[in-house]
């Protein structure tokens, strides 16, 4: 009986569950609602893709203008634009996004690791290396 008691009034003193979303057809509106809280993660997102793009843009016109002419100096805007094109297509596309929530396990970095680390062992120099120019 005391158990009941406790579990209604913990049911009682809860708070209600947020309400929904109203689409466009209950509002009569025209526009979804949306919380304050996917606004924000849809903003965090926007500025974080908008930080990586214009990251990349500023490190490869920087560059742009010495005279030395080595990958190594813009590399850190291959790996903006890589993540920028992988959160796009993760939010653009339901399979890429089905496929990296499979591949999203704490093991699968180690093993691509350790994969590409034996290929590059069994080929060793044959693997075909790429050079954009030469000094």
């Known amino acids: 009986m005391k158990l009941r008691r406790t579990a209604e009034a913990l049911s009682a003193s809860a708070p209600s569950a947020p309400a929904r979303p109203r689409r466009s057809s209950e509002s009569g509106v025209g526009a979804e609602a949306i919380s304050p809280a996917e606004n924000g993660e849809r903003r965090s997102g926007e500025?974080?893709?908008?930080f990586a793009v214009v990251?990349?843009?500023v490190l490869i016109v920087l560059f742009s203008f010495s005279d030395r002419?080595?990958?190594r100096f813009i590399f850190p805007?291959?790996?903006f634009m890589a993540a920028a094109g992988g959160v796009t297509a993760i939010r653009r596309w339901p399979a890429v996004s089905h496929v990296v929530n499979r591949?999203?396990?704490p093991?699968?970095?180690?093993?691509?690791w350790l994969s590409l680390f034996a290929l590059r062992l069994v080929?060793?120099?044959h693997l075909p290396q790429?050079?954009?120019?030469?000094?």
């Open 123 to 125: 080929t060793g120099s």
């Open 69 to 71: 002419k080595a990958d």
């Open 77 to 79: 805007a291959y790996y």
């Open 107 to 112: 093991w699968v970095p180690a093993v691509c």
């Open 55 to 57: 990251a990349s843009f």
């Open 103 to 105: 591949l999203d396990r």
């Open 47 to 50: 500025s974080g893709l908008l």
């Open 130 to 135: 790429f050079t954009f120019w030469r000094s």
